[in-house]
């Protein structure tokens, strides 16, 4: 099982906002940046936030992160049939000197 | 632009050992921590291992550690990975990634910005 927390599926209609999670511990979220990347079908994942909340050029702000504590969350807002993907959280864990992934989260744009 | 292209994947027999290449362009490689990321068939992300810019310092997940090495020739942009005993659980897409931040921010490396397509592992005799 993964060290982060993500569930399996979220899904909402299009023009809609959904909030995605992610769960972890102080030797992981608590104490550092997350990052968030989305992947599509086929496609290599894609960067869409780091540093809990930055955005790379490029990327919409329709998209956008936050952390509390040991949790973290990626806002999509205005949902368009392309945000059908797979979202991944990550960070670092200081307990095992490791990049950490959550298990992912499909998003079905009805 | 960033772009980052792997290569050797393929099929291999159980046990046996393989090299995978990452050639970086667009960007100044020595500059930046470089990781590798696999995906089995219908699975999640596997982060598998990271390494420095200066190609000293290097983290590997547990499940990879004294089986998989990483390396980079900072003088050719290339980026490896050596796999060793392959096992039908390593069949997978690797990927390579570059860091976010120059020299990693002085921190771990840690913030995937740029990804390569991947490059398909089969495992099978």
Request: include cysteine.
């Given at each position: 099982?993964?060290?982060?927390?993500q569930?399996p599926?979220?899904?909402?209609?299009?023009?809609?906002k959904?909030?995605?999670?992610?769960?972890?511990?102080?030797?992981?979220?608590?104490?550092?940046?997350?990052?968030?990347?989305?992947?599509?079908?086929?496609?290599?994942?894609?960067?869409?936030t780091?540093?809990?909340n930055?955005?790379?050029?490029?990327i919409?702000?329709?998209?956008?992160?936050?952390?509390?504590?040991?949790s973290?969350?990626?806002?999509?807002?205005?949902?368009?049939?392309?945000d059908?993907?797979?979202?991944?959280?990550?960070t670092?864990?200081?307990?095992?000197?490791?990049?950490?992934?959550?298990?992912?989260?499909?998003?079905?744009?009805l | 632009?960033?772009r980052?292209?792997?290569?050797?994947?393929?099929?291999?027999?159980?046990g046996?050992s393989?090299?995978?290449?990452?050639?970086?362009?667009?960007?100044?490689?020595?500059?930046?921590?470089?990781?590798?990321?696999?995906?089995?068939p219908?699975?999640?992300?596997?982060?598998?291992?990271?390494?420095?810019?200066?190609?000293?310092?290097?983290?590997?997940?547990?499940?990879?550690?004294g089986?998989?090495?990483?390396?980079r020739?900072?003088?050719?942009?290339?980026?490896f990975?050596?796999?060793?005993?392959?096992s039908?659980?390593?069949?997978?897409?690797?990927?390579?990634?570059?860091?976010?931040?120059?020299?990693?921010?002085?921190?771990?490396?840690?913030?995937m910005?740029?990804?390569?397509?991947?490059?398909?592992l089969?495992?099978?005799?």
């Open positions: 099982h993964s060290v982060l927390t569930p599926s979220v899904s909402a209609a299009p023009g809609q959904v909030t995605l999670s992610c769960s972890g511990s102080t030797s992981n979220i608590g104490n550092h940046y997350v990052s968030w990347y989305q992947q599509v079908p086929g496609a290599a994942p894609k960067l869409l780091y540093d809990n930055g955005r790379p050029s490029g919409p702000d329709r998209f956008s992160g936050s952390k509390s504590g040991t973290a969350t990626l806002g999509i807002t205005a949902l368009q049939p392309g059908e993907a797979d979202y991944y959280c990550a670092w864990d200081s307990s095992l000197s490791a990049v950490v992934f959550g298990g992912g989260t499909k998003l079905t744009v | 632009q960033v980052l292209v792997e290569s050797g994947g393929g099929v291999v027999e159980p046996r393989l090299r995978l290449t990452c050639i970086a362009s667009g960007f100044i490689f020595r500059d930046y921590g470089m990781h590798w990321v696999r995906q089995a219908g699975k999640g992300l596997e982060w598998l291992a990271v390494i420095w810019n200066d190609g000293i310092r290097r983290e590997y997940a547990d499940s990879v550690r089986r998989f090495t990483i390396a020739e900072n003088s050719k942009n290339a980026l990975l050596y796999m060793d005993s392959l039908a659980d390593d069949a997978a897409v690797y990927y390579c990634a570059r860091d976010l931040f120059h020299s990693c921010r002085s921190s771990p490396c840690y913030e910005g740029y990804w390569g397509r991947g490059t398909l089969t495992v099978s005799s």
